[in-house]
């Protein structure tokens, strides 16, 4: 039986008008990339809105624009740490459908795990497999060098996917402290509530799929979908753009669905062309 998760209430009515404006600020950060290679944590955010607003039209993702707009958000996600993995020179990076050069700039403030998380997902859902390896070479410690603060169950999850990804050693004991650090009685920096409803609910998603557990993994798959949608439903929330899709339980369903997984959930939080990789492959990225 397929569990259904409805998206919460979104107004719509200058939507068309917003990705416009949102359009045109996205191009101009990114053309600047070039000339700034700095800028990359502000086209990161903005390009991510842009590509999650598209679904709030296009729940399925079913349009070329909707698609390459992921690419995009992908695309500099990935830049973020191309850049940031090397200290000098340059670096080439294709963003945008065009073939660019940017300045090497090594770890920087939003070089953080939060970033390297999303750019994993990123990829994930566009079936990027070199740039997912090139991901996974990162570092952990270029992370922690950003500054910013985050509980070790961050990294400890960062250290799954990465062992998961490059089939290296010891991944039940770094699942397990990802696991284990969600715990409230834990946490110390992040917000509890962010943790259990948006951070924690993949990595379960995760577990169930290591385990081979399929019936339970659409179990953490509704429940995930469940969650971000309470979370983003409320009154400070709501009318957040980056609650319209819920990337990380995305990424983990794309995962599982190429590992031959049903994924027995239908929702707008879930674009079921992204799911099914319906436009990996249609052009260069």
Wanted: aromatic share 8%; with cysteine; charged share 20%.
């Amino acid at each position: 039986m397929v569990a259904i998760v409805s998206r919460h209430p979104f107004p719509t009515a200058n939507a068309a008008a917003g990705l416009a404006v949102l359009q045109e600020s996205a191009e101009g950060l990114v053309e600047g990339l070039e000339t700034d290679s700095t800028d990359l944590g502000d086209a990161l955010r903005l390009t991510l809105t842009l590509a999650k607003s598209h679904c709030l039209l296009d729940a399925e993702a079913a349009l070329l624009p909707t698609w390459q707009a992921w690419v995009n958000a992908m695309q500099v996600s990935s830049a973020v740490f191309a850049t940031a993995n090397t200290t000098e020179g340059n670096v080439h990076c294709r963003i945008a459908e065009k073939d660019r050069t940017l300045r090497a700039t090594g770890p920087q403030p939003y070089t953080h795990a939060d970033a390297w998380l999303t750019a994993f997902y990123l990829s994930m859902v566009c079936r990027e497999k070199d740039r997912l390896t090139a991901l996974c070479q990162v570092p952990v410690s270029l992370l922690r060098e950003s500054g910013a603060r985050y509980d070790e169950f961050e990294y400890a999850w960062v250290e799954t996917l990465q062992t998961y990804w490059l089939g290296g050693p010891d991944l039940g004991a770094k699942l397990v402290a990802a696991v284990d650090g969600t715990d409230p009685e834990v946490v110390t920096i992040g917000d509890p509530e962010t943790v259990a409803k948006l951070i924690y609910p993949p990595i379960e998603m995760f577990h169930r799929l290591v385990r081979q557990d399929r019936a339970g993994f659409n179990r953490a798959l509704t429940e995930a979908l469940q969650w971000h949608k309470d979370y983003w439903s409320t009154e400070d929330n709501a009318l957040q753009a980056t609650g319209l899709v819920a990337l990380a339980p995305l990424a983990i369903a794309c995962l599982a669905y190429d590992a031959g997984f049903p994924v027995e959930v239908e929702s707008e939080y879930l674009p079921i062309a992204l799911l099914e990789r319906s436009w990996a492959g249609e052009f260069p990225t």
